[in-house]
Every structure is written in structure tokens, then in C-alpha cells.
């Protein structure tokens, strides 16, 4: 997939993802109820029992820690697409020596045939290494799934409290939490009169963004770093970045930072419960992708040999 494809592929991503957790913020979440057909049957719903479940076994009833276990282990089976996905970007990284010698092999051609020629040999250089539109769309698979989990808890204040506010505690099927604060804090609630409430959420909006800064500050710092390391022994007048290349990484940090403050002003605007969800998220990313950075060499190692 060339780089405009990626830059398009990753501003639907956002844009689409935007829209989606804006339709679930717009309206009350203490009032609304779950209601759907699909996404609900396949997300919502066993993302609900799985909270149900922890609360009942090993999170004490406690909506907070609910929310911790519960991401931990959402993340944690949804590490196979993570796996695959950097086993892509791997990939990518043994084919980019290949495809700039078919593009040098071009350059200064403008004739049809030549295009023509180039692209058929980056097509099956690409088919040799495995790598297809479907690979490109993988991390797509996660968004359900994440998307699920954050729709599940912006409309729990519905579900665990009657119509005068108190928690549920007996004849209801998610009357197992006996508490819904931790440390003092509401989860149920947004920035309220309170002030311990109020500056709780904003606390926690400021440590996502520095989080999710953090994460992809460190994932930008490693990519730099492998591709240093790749063009290592690559004449220096051959490592400038094109044009192309340059606005492809300014249009990436754009579109991150972007999201990095569409996460804020969701956190701010939200109960306090989506906002420890998300911190909880980005830090197990940020582990996520350490461990997946150490184990890369090993796993550059085994797809040299095999291709």
C-alpha cells in the first residue's frame, strides 16, 4: 500500500472513530438505555457480562477496579491483532530496500509502460512478503471491539441506577457493584459542584493526554530509530526523505495530536468511569508496545529467513 492509500486509510480511520464515540457522547448517558440491534449483540452486550463477571469473581464488587481488570483482559485478547499487525509493519521494513530499488530502477521514466512496469513489480514484491490491502486494514479489527467496551461503560450510570440515582441492589442483573468510587471519585459521574469530582476529571483528562503523547512519542522515537538503523549502511545521499515522505509524517503527527485532544475533551466532557478506561488503555498501549519493540529483532529474524 502506497503512502497517499495509508494517509487516506488513516484519516477514515479517525474521522470514523470520531463519529462513532461522538454519537454514543451526544446524548444524556445517565438516561439512555442500551438499545440497538448488531453492534450490541456482538459488542456491547458480552463487553457488559464480562464486567459483570469480574465484579461477581475477583474485582470485589468494585466498579473501579471492574474497570481496570476489565480493560486489562479486553486488551489482552485483542493482543493477536496487535501481533500481526507489528509482524506488518515488519514486513514493511524488509520490503522498503526492495521497492526503492524497483523506484530507483524507474526514476526519470514517465512513459506509461514504465509506470506500468514499476508498479506490477511493487505488486509482487508485495505479494512475495505477504503484504495485501487485508493487512493494511487490520488494526481496523480492534475498533469494534475497544469502541464496544467504551459505549458499555458511557451508558452504565443507566444501568446500575434507578430512576432517583442510587445504586442498584438487588433485582437487576448488574446489581453486583457495592461501590462505584475509587479514591473518593465518582465514576459515575462527570465534573460536577464537587470539587474533588471536578478536579478529578480534569486530572484525569490531562493524564490521558500526556499518556497517549507519551505512547506515541516513544512509538515515533522507535520507528526513527529502526529506520536509522535499516539505512545504516545506505550511502548518505540517499537517505533524504522525499517530499512525499516529509508531508506523510507531518500529516500523521497532525492527525495524532488531533486525536490526542479529541480524548481529552471526551474525557472532560464524560463520566469519570470512561476517563480511568482510557488511562488504563493507554498505559497497557504503552507496555503493549515495549514488549512488542523487544521481541522484534527476534521476530526480524525468524520472516528474514523465511522470505
Known sequence: MNQQKKIFLAIALIIGLALVLTGCSSADATTRPITGFVFEDLFVYPMAGLMWVTAKTIAFGNYGIVIVLSTIIVRTLAWPIYAKTNDMSLKM?????????????????????????????????YKKYGIGLG??????????????????????????????????????WLAVFNSVKIFGVNLLEGQTDNPTQKIAVIVLAVLVGITQILSL??????????????????????????DTQKQTEKTMNIMMYAMTIMMVVFVLQSPAGLGLYWLVGNLYSTLQSYIGYKNSQKRLEVLKKKF
Do not use: W
Open 93 to 125: 521494513s524488509l520490503v522498503q530496500p526492495e521497492a526503492d530499488r524497483i523506484r530507483a530502477k524507474y526514476e526519470g521514466k514517465e512513459d506509461e509502460q514504465s509506470k506500468q512496469r514499476m508498479a506490477m513489480e511493487t505488486q509482487q514484491l
Open 217 to 242: 512519542f516513544i512509538s515515533q522515537h522507535r520507528q526513527k530509530k529502526a529506520r536509522a538503523d535499516q539505512q545504516a549502511s545506505v550511502p548518505s545521499y540517499r537517505r533524504q526523505q522525499t
Open 135 to 172: 493487512g493494511c486494514l487490520l488494526p481496523l479489527v480492534q475498533f469494534p471491539i475497544f469502541v464496544g467496551f467504551y459505549r458499555t461503560i458511557s451508558r452504565m450510570p443507566a444501568t446500575i441506577l434507578d430512576t432517583e440515582g442510587n445504586l442498584l441492589t438487588s433485582g437487576h
